[in-house]
């Protein structure tokens, strides 16, 4: 996709900070980290979620980014890391290109998400479950 930053990227249309790189993966620094080190591990081939990711690029996405995040905590010395996906506009994706977020972490250093948890009423957790046990008998 032409207007996408990260098809862009991976064409070399754009600059980026590589850190890793093969036929079907890119790990680049975001240029907008959250702390230094923070990493962005990316599908070449244009997927807005992983959702629409073939499943073999979803394992392989999965894979090295599990490699590049050992070897973040490892350069940063981060005493661990946030692994986070967002998929879609409304979960916060700014780049409709499947991505994974590798964001090193240390005790105290300020970084906050905004979750506020809730409690299920009564009969909810099971009806939850329910329906999302639904649709997984059929695959």
Not at 1 to 29: H, S, W, Y
Not at 97 to 117: E, M
Request: charged share 25%.
């Amino acid at each position: 996709m032409t207007d996408c930053v990260f098809c862009r990227i991976v064409a070399g249309q754009l600059p980026a900070q590589k850190v890793f790189e093969n036929d079907r993966i890119l790990a680049i620094l975001d240029i907008n980290p959250i702390a230094p080190g923070h990493t962005l591990v990316l599908a070449k081939p244009h997927h807005e979620t992983l959702l629409d990711l073939p499943d073999d690029l979803w394992d392989e996405l999965s894979r090295r980014s599990r490699e590049i995040a050992a070897a973040v905590k490892a350069a940063t010395g981060a005493e661990g890391l946030n692994v986070l996906s967002n998929n879609h506009r409304s979960s916060g994706q700014a780049i409709p290109h499947v991505h994974v977020h590798l964001i090193p972490r240390r005790t105290g250093d300020g970084i906050k998400f905004q979750w506020t948890p809730t409690k299920y009423r009564e009969g909810e957790l099971e009806s939850w479950a329910e329906r999302i046990r639904k649709p997984l008998t059929r695959s």
